[in-house]
């Protein structure tokens, strides 16, 4: 496709359960970048790969959470053990290289934890 | 603390010009960047300005630069109704964001 897909758009879950949620970048964009957006804040940053490493994972909150970009494409990011202050938007960005002039953003995944 | 910060809400009327403004603390930014989402959009890139720039002007926006005190600003003029969003500035590094800065534009 032409732009970032982040798929499921929805995704409900239970407190205490596994969730992967998975972002396919525009092709050839080495940069991939996940944030988490609660309502009426700003884009929280949690993670950055540049090609199949994570550059920056400083934002990631706990170590129940961690994200993989094996083949330096897709990337999935890993939530365990679910609360309910996980509940928020999950975005993935990806740009041609770190520092280029346009990140392009999905439509984000919106996970909630009941 | 913060690495960006905004303004929180500008309230302003159609036609007259608004300003946003925000700070930054990483200094290594090659670009800073103005994004915009509309109510369950996604976040769209407005414009950037490269950190060797104080000014930046494309069409109805101009955004203003000052490296030394850190300080970005994005001014809209003629502001229209469809230009009520929230406003991000973000800036390179790891592409840290504001909190954002919701604009109402009032007929």
């Known amino acids: 496709g032409a732009g970032v897909s982040q798929t499921p758009s929805n995704k409900v879950t239970e407190k205490g359960k596994y969730v992967e949620l998975r972002c396919d970048p525009i092709s050839g964009h080495t940069a991939l970048y996940w944030y988490r957006q609660s309502l009426g804040q700003g884009p929280e940053f949690l993670i950055y790969?540049?090609?199949?490493?994570?550059?920056?994972d400083s934002g990631l909150p706990n170590d129940r959470f961690f994200a993989v970009r094996p083949e330096g494409s897709v990337s999935t990011l890993k939530i365990q053990r679910t609360e309910r202050g996980d509940s928020a938007v999950y975005l993935c960005?990806?740009?041609?290289?770190?520092?280029?002039?346009?990140?392009?953003f999905g439509q984000g995944t919106r996970l909630t934890v009941v | 603390g913060e690495d960006v910060e905004q303004s929180l809400f500008l309230s302003v009327r159609e036609g007259d010009s608004s300003v946003i403004n925000c700070t930054y603390t990483?200094?290594?930014?090659?670009?800073l960047y103005w994004y915009k989402q509309e109510p369950g959009a996604g976040l769209q890139l407005l414009t950037y300005i490269f950190s060797n720039m104080d000014m930046k002007q494309d069409q109805r926006l101009t955004v203003l630069l000052n490296k030394k005190d850190k300080h970005l600003s994005l001014r809209i003029a003629d502001t229209q109704t469809g230009d009520s969003a929230i406003y991000f500035c973000?800036?390179?590094?790891?592409?840290?964001f504001g909190a954002g800065t919701q604009v109402v534009v009032t007929p």
């Open positions: 960005a990806s740009s041609l290289h770190q520092g280029s002039t346009e990140a392009f």
């Open positions: 790969f540049q090609g199949t490493g994570a550059a920056d």
């Open positions: 990483d200094s290594s930014s090659t670009y």
């Open positions: 973000a800036e390179t590094a790891k592409l840290q």
